[in-house]
């Protein structure tokens, strides 16, 4: 079973700062997806990839498939980025998702 | 844009009793699941379907059944509530294999069983 762990749990910024958030799996994958979560709200898909970079807005995702390894990356990060962000991949047995346990962000004015 | 809309944002319901969360997707998708979020959990698969009439118990089935009459319809269902299903319950659908293709959530529903 793959397993999947973020890091790290609880991130902390002032507005304008550049977030990191990474994300780490062990078995080989078809694709990883970001999801964001606002407080008492429900999830959003941010980014499906299976390879490189994806670009939306002030979010940036990338993938490195050889080293198991995505981050998410925010430019310029505002208060409104304050919210949960969970990696998920998928089982490659049974095509169910594997969720992190998430990255609390919470930025500042 | 793909909705995903659930019964109820909130529910409070007593020990014993039967619970009914329903899930409505409008986008023709073949997969439909249900999760529970619980604090330092994360997210875990309760049950989920990938046609009509088909069921698949994920990885906390117990205490719960579904229900999946129309495609576009998922039915969560707690035959006796108990407290500790006290927790937020999301819904979720993608077209196909969710490798392949984007999963769609619901707004939750936080249930609290007293």
């Known amino acids: 079973k793959n397993e999947v762990e973020q890091s790290p749990q609880n991130l902390t910024a002032q507005e304008g700062e550049f977030i990191t958030i990474n994300c780490s799996y062990s078995?080989?994958?078809?694709?990883l997806h970001w999801l964001q979560q606002h407080p008492g709200g429900g999830i959003v898909s941010l980014f499906m990839l299976s390879s490189g970079k994806k670009k939306h807005g002030r979010l940036i995702a990338t993938i490195n498939i050889q080293e198991k390894h995505s981050s998410l990356h925010i430019t310029a990060s505002h208060p409104r980025d304050s919210a949960v962000y969970i990696c998920a991949v998928p089982d490659y047995n049974t095509d169910k998702l594997i969720f992190g346990t998430g990255t609390r962000l919470q930025v500042f004015p | 844009d793909v909705k995903v809309t659930q019964s109820s944002r909130y529910l409070v319901k007593r020990t014993g009793e039967k619970v009914f969360l329903e899930c409505v997707q409008d986008?023709?998708?073949?997969?439909m699941f249900w999760y529970r979020q619980d604090p330092g959990l994360g997210l875990r698969l309760i049950y989920f379907s990938y046609d009509v009439k088909m069921k698949e118990k994920g990885d906390i089935p117990e205490g719960y059944s579904v229900s999946r009459e129309k495609k576009e319809r998922f039915s969560l269902i707690l035959e006796s509530a108990s407290t500790n299903q006290t927790s937020m319950y999301l819904c979720?659908?993608?077209?196909?294999?969710?490798?392949?293709?984007?999963?769609?959530f619901g707004p939750g529903t936080r249930l609290t069983v007293t």
């Open positions: 979720a659908s993608s077209r196909s294999r969710v490798g392949s293709y984007e999963q769609y």
């Open positions: 986008m023709d998708h073949e997969n």
């Open positions: 078995v080989g994958i078809s694709a």
